[in-house]
């Protein structure tokens, strides 16, 4: 067996007086590909650092072989020394490697970055595009590659799990895209509490295998508990008269408590819920024949969709394609250029946008969530204390005051969603909200989204993500060309490749996008040329008179849901409050009953070609 390439003995940092990890021992081969996981804040990037050598350890030995070729990309990399992307992605060659500079222009023209661009002015994924070429261009032995994923559209990363799969030499990534560590990884390096476990298996198992280590310390720790209850009951009764003789025992009474205080339980997760407010209208959102340009580029032409009432609708494709504009559209933030866009009724939208608009960084934790001031903020329509609500988002209370500037990028995201969801809501509105997020609080959005009762319209480039959350995505390939598909991203490569073989067996494409509620999505088939017929006078009617008897009755149901909130009425006048109860399921049944209607009238009207 060949000799590891990178050998790691007994690594231990302290931060702020305490051990970020200790202990910490792990071998690197030449075919490695190992992921390193663990919470946020748990120590991977500082790790991966120190097996870069880029920072040294407070103990233990760092070995690389000799000739060992290593490289490294940094979480945020920095351009500020560098006048070009060439000379950025150059400065990764040593004096001897001069041979390797033609790769420069090869690397950058697969990443779509220009050698001359000032790297200084590039968007964080064409930032992260060129960090990544600068990794690649010496043909290193060993590639450390830190969140290499974030702010790349799909296509670019699936590029690089190409590279990554013909790479010759070993591979240690940091990553919370699911999908992109079941596609590159065949060993997984997990940092937990300190510790470091390894485990020679695809990523794909991690699941299964960490919860088999904390089933087994679990059931230590009750061991060592029960023992030492045992012990301590025997230290009162026995050790009187037996004191000289038993100091032996005593001491190893006292060595189990050490132990025991010394054990650290699972890390807790944050508390995530949701709270979908009053109900929306059934049409929640109902685009037609839209168009969008900007300048001379065309964004999005003949583009028809209807979003309704608990749709969960992903929108998928490349940097560029347009799928902000699209969101943005969809969601009456700007205007289209062409066709109309009906935007449904009792809407309460809350917006996570990429960019972290919504915080500011010169406030602190505590004021950006009581931003009316005081030590209250109102969670789902009940008072909470800030500091305790900061703890079921992880938050330290010593983090209370400090300023948003200084959280880390997965900080910022988790008091975002700690700030937005905190609104009722029934309009949920997300743009990229897996960024910087490890896989635990990935998986607790996903439980949460998965159980929202409201609508929802996602950006994301986490195709492990899509597939969990949304039920049909709407696939922007950058051409102007929306379509939309039921289910995830796994549905939608799968329905593309069936329309692609089908198109070449028959020469025809057989790409449909899919209808909800007898309307029209995505743009394939061609519109209907527009009918002269008209509505009967009693669906028109229906038409016309519906809105005002549904927001009627969801008035009428608004009032009985807060009459049955008292706690009193119940044991005062149950009869009354069992009419109320009868009461509110009817206008219930009937308001459905009604929307349907109106559903099937607005069906009716645009079959008709009624504008």
């Not at 508390?271 to 340009?293: F, H, M, Q, R």
Request: with cysteine; proline share 3%.
């Amino acid at each position: 067996m060949a000799p590891p390439l990178i050998n790691i003995n007994d690594i231990r940092l302290t931060f702020g007086g305490n051990d970020l990890f200790s202990d910490v021992s792990l071998a690197i081969g030449d075919r490695d590909r190992l992921c390193l996981v663990g919470r946020n804040g748990g120590g991977k990037s500082t790790l991966l650092k120190i097996i870069a050598g880029e920072i040294e350890a407070d103990g233990g030995e760092r070995f690389v072989q000799p000739g060992c070729k290593v490289a490294y990309l940094a979480q945020e990399p920095r351009f500020d020394k560098y006048s070009t992307v060439e000379e950025y992605v150059l400065s990764a060659l040593e004096d001897h490697e001069d041979e390797y500079a033609y790769r420069a222009y090869m690397l950058l023209d697969a990443v779509k970055i220009d050698p001359q661009a000032n790297p200084n002015n590039l968007s964080g994924g064409e930032g992260r595009r060129a960090a990544i070429a600068r990794a690649l261009i010496a043909d290193p032995q060993v590639l450390l590659l830190d969140e290499p994923t974030n702010h790349l559209d799909l296509p670019t990363i699936e590029w690089l799990e190409s590279e990554i799969k013909a790479f010759r030499g070993a591979v240690v990534v940091i990553s919370h895209d699911r999908a992109f560590l079941n596609a590159v990884s065949n060993g997984v390096l997990w940092l937990d509490r300190g510790v470091m476990r390894r485990n020679d298996q695809n990523f794909a198992l991690f699941d299964d295998w960490s919860e088999e280590v904390y089933r087994k310390e679990a059931e230590e720790r009750a061991k060592l508990d029960k023992l030492i209850a045992q012990e301590s009951v025997w230290a009162v009764q026995g050790i009187s008269a037996r004191r000289k003789r038993n100091q032996g025992r005593l001491r190893r009474l006292y060595d189990m408590r050490h132990e025991r205080s010394q054990q650290e339980g699972r890390i807790g997760n944050i508390s995530l819920a949701s709270d979908s407010g009053s109900t929306s209208g059934k049409v929640v959102i109902e685009a037609t024949e839209i168009g969008k340009s900007w300048e001379d580029k065309h964004i999005i032409s003949g583009f028809s969709t209807r979003i309704l009432r608990g749709d969960k609708v992903g929108i998928i494709g490349p940097n560029g394609a347009g799928k902000t504009t699209l969101l943005k559209m969809l969601t009456g933030q700007i205007e289209p250029d062409e066709g109309t866009i009906k935007i449904g009724t009792n809407l309460t939208p809350t917006y996570f946008d990429q960019k972290r608009a919504a915080l500011d960084d010169t406030k602190t934790l505590w004021d950006t969530l009581c931003d009316v001031g005081g030590d209250q903020i109102m969670v789902r329509g009940n008072p909470r204390h800030v500091v305790s609500y900061l703890r079921d988002f992880l938050f330290d209370e010593k983090q209370a005051r400090s300023p948003v500037g200084a959280l880390s990028g997965g900080e910022r995201n988790r008091l975002l969603l700690a700030k937005q969801l905190a609104k009722p809501t029934n309009l949920l509105i997300m743009d990229e909200p897996t960024n910087d997020l490890d896989m635990d609080t990935l998986d607790l959005l996903q439980e949460m989204l998965s159980e929202y009762e409201g609508t929802l319209i996602l950006v994301s480039h986490d195709r492990d993500f899509l597939d969990r959350v949304v039920t049909s995505s709407i696939v922007m390939e950058g051409n102007g060309v929306a379509t939309e598909y039921p289910g995830g991203y796994s549905d939608y490569v799968h329905l593309r490749a069936l329309s692609a073989k089908a198109e070449s067996d028959t020469g025809v494409s057989n790409t449909k996008p899919i209808k909800r509620g007898g309307g029209k999505g995505g743009n394939a088939a061609p519109a209907k040329a527009k009918s002269k017929a008209k509505l009967s006078y009693k669906d028109q009617r229906d038409y016309d008179t519906l809105p005002a008897e549904i927001e009627k009755l969801e008035t009428e149901i608004k009032q009985i849901e807060g009459e049955l909130a008292d706690g009193k009425l119940f044991s005062t006048n149950p009869d009354a409050f069992q009419k109320k109860l009868d009461r509110i399921e009817a206008a219930r049944a009937e308001a459905a009953k009604a929307e349907e209607r109106w559903l099937e009238v607005e069906v009716m009207r645009d079959e008709l070609g009624i504008e």
